[in-house]
């Protein structure tokens, strides 16, 4: 746990959209719309709340971190990157030849990834064999999952439920990045998924249901599971809105695997850089 | 002399136990087919070491893959047809694009589960698994084999896909035999013709060979456990010192070890190849024998071919 106030935080979370929205841009290819939904929680794990070492990315205690919708992996570069686990200018790379930073993560590839995923719906299981290790090995460290709303309509995801309800994994936390919007239209329009939360909950597990975007939140919902081992796997089941942060990204479908044109660009970063220049003034007041 | 037919799925029951009390990473992730696939014996001495996550084979195959990247040695269990094709792309994005060291093991291959009808019988799986990069494919063709590869598979670090069969088998090794991961084994040599063979079909090859001496043939039998890497040199050795192959496996005719075999024959322009397998049909509930008769895979299919195999 990292000392860093909410307010920091939140500053942090529009840093890590601003190389979210620049990487893709310069890729011109890859996934804005669920790389900024998950941007705040993403940024609270990475920046607070995770037992971690950039410089020494397979250390066998450390907290471990899985995109089981792998496609947002623009979010996790800037973080890591941000972090020192390999430079920040590799993030200039993403999705060319050659490149550590791959369209969807690879583990061999790039440092501070724990499992490579892409294909949805498999990356909770692998996060369930990674708590029930650290149980076995009696480990103490937590295994943190982002699942997808339109992901959880893959079946594996609650074969996996089950598991971790079964082996009493306390050590997994799930975010349930509940943006209602998936490739083809919204949830309810394509598979609705009726209240994510109270599935969840049926599956055996501690829920608490949040606003994905309010960042005290987010961390009183991890203070709150984190000294709650009581044998049951938590879920934060988080509302939140595709493309946050850029207000013609926001809740828009099309946004969900596309670049912005130079246009597009320079309005996003414009946006993203006042809201930037407001959250630093105002830490810089409470300093 | 024919000793005893043992299920190969036996010899994986009692090397795994025996490999994870020498070893505390090596886990079992069990899909509640474990009796069936003889992990009773693991679960019964090894509880810590053993998970059963339920009829979730997709799910299994992720929670190896997190088992794998913490130092564990999994070995997922199931039945052929669905630890190859049920599991095929959670085994293909998470255990073998990673390069984990995650170990598929499944009874119930070929034909051997005969009984059960076409559902249950795994004729495709070899083919799929050996197009995975990353993945080794192996089948031992008896019990002593399956022992010495199940510890040669849980010493190598990487994916394995290992197949063995439900019914009982005749015994081909003695306990001291040893086998090498992509190594053909030598059963017995011989100047025109060479056998190639794998799984329950080793002993087919053994037999047709015995039959061929008595009519004046010299056969070459080789055990080509490992299909994939497969043993280019052996296969290369046959196409300049022999020429003439023919491979029996109880699998699809296609994907399996004769396309396998025939892919070296074809890049190397000489040698000349018969494939004897499934006939890409799928079977049906009937004795094993049966199933096996009803695609040529036969003592007497294979000496025919050989004897009518023209120069």
Avoid at chain 2, 152 to 157: H, L, P, S, V
Wanted: proline share 4%; net charge negative; glycine share 8%.
């Amino acid at each position: 746990m990292k000392d860093i106030s909410t307010k920091e935080l939140e500053q942090k979370a529009t840093e890590m959209r601003m190389k979210v929205i620049d990487m893709i841009y310069k890729a011109q290819s890859g996934h804005p719309g669920g790389s900024l939904s998950a941007a705040d929680f993403t940024t609270a794990c990475y920046f607070k709340d995770m037992n971690i070492d950039p410089e020494n990315p397979d250390w066998e205690d450390r907290d471990r971190f899985i995109l089981s919708k792998g496609h947002v992996c623009p979010i996790q570069y800037a973080c890591l990157a941000t972090l020192g686990y390999f430079p920040e200018e590799e993030l200039d790379s993403l999705r060319k030849e050659g490149s550590i930073l791959q369209g969807h993560p690879s583990m061999n590839r790039c440092p501070g990834i724990d499992i490579s995923t892409g294909s949805l719906g498999q990356g909770l299981a692998c996060g369930v064999g990674m708590a029930i290790a650290g149980k076995m090995n009696h480990k103490d460290y937590n295994v943190y999952v982002v699942v997808g709303d339109g992901e959880a309509q893959e079946g594996e995801i609650w074969e996996a439920a089950n598991t971790a309800h079964k082996y009493e994994l306390d050590n997994l936390i799930i975010f349930l990045d509940a943006n209602n919007l998936q490739v083809d239209g919204t949830t309810d329009e394509i598979m609705p998924n009726g209240d994510l939360g109270e599935k969840f909950r049926a599956f055996g597990f501690d829920v608490i249901e949040l606003d994905g975007h309010n960042m005290q939140e987010i961390l009183d919902a991890l203070e709150v599971f984190h000294n709650n081992k009581n044998g049951k796997p938590k879920c934060i089941y988080a509302h939140t809105t595709k493309g946050k942060g850029v207000s013609f990204m926001e809740d828009v479908c099309a946004w969900h695997g596309m670049a912005p044109n130079e246009e597009e660009y320079k309005k996003a970063m414009k946006e993203l850089q006042e809201k930037l220049e407001e959250q630093k003034a105002v830490n810089r007041s409470e300093i | 002399m024919k000793a005893e037919s043992i299920p190969t799925r036996n010899g994986f029951g009692d090397e795994i136990a025996q490999l994870g009390h020498e070893n505390e990473d090596i886990v079992v992730v069990d899909v509640d087919i474990g009796k069936s696939c003889r992990t009773d014996k693991f679960r019964a001495e090894l509880p810590e070491q053993y998970l059963n996550v339920g009829i979730a084979e997709q799910n299994a195959a992720g929670v190896a893959a997190g088992l794998a990247t913490c130092g564990k040695i999994p070995f997922v269990v199931t039945y052929a047809v669905f630890g190859a094709l049920r599991m095929a792309e959670m085994i293909r994005q998470e255990i073998c694009y990673p390069e984990l060291n995650v170990k598929i093991a499944c009874s119930h291959g070929g034909l051997t589960p005969a009984n059960d009808g076409a559902s249950h019988q795994s004729i495709e799986d070899m083919g799929v698994l050996r197009t995975l990069p990353n993945m080794t494919v192996i089948m031992p063709a008896d019990y002593n084999a399956t022992r010495k590869l199940v510890r040669e598979a849980a010493e190598f670090d990487g994916p394995i896909y290992l197949r063995f069969t439900r019914d009982g088998i005749p015994q081909i090794y003695n306990e001291d035999v040893e086998f090498e991961i992509g190594k053909a084994h030598q059963i017995q040599d011989g100047s025109d013709i060479a056998i190639v063979a794998n799984g329950d079909t080793v002993h087919l090859a053994i037999d047709a060979a015995e039959e061929l001496k008595n009519k004046g043939l010299s056969a070459r039998v080789l055990d080509m456990h490992t299909i994939k890497p497969i043993d280019e040199e052996a296969i290369k050795d046959i196409i300049n010192n022999i020429g003439k192959i023919i491979t029996v496996e109880d699998h699809n005719i296609l994907n399996g070890l004769g396309s396998a075999v025939s892919e070296i024959i074809a890049e190397e322009g000489k040698g000349k190849l018969k494939r004897i397998g499934v006939q890409d049909q799928f079977g049906q509930s009937a004795p094993y024998e049966r199933l096996l008769e009803m695609n040529g895979i036969t003592v007497d299919n294979i000496v025919e071919t050989a004897l009518n195999f023209e120069n």
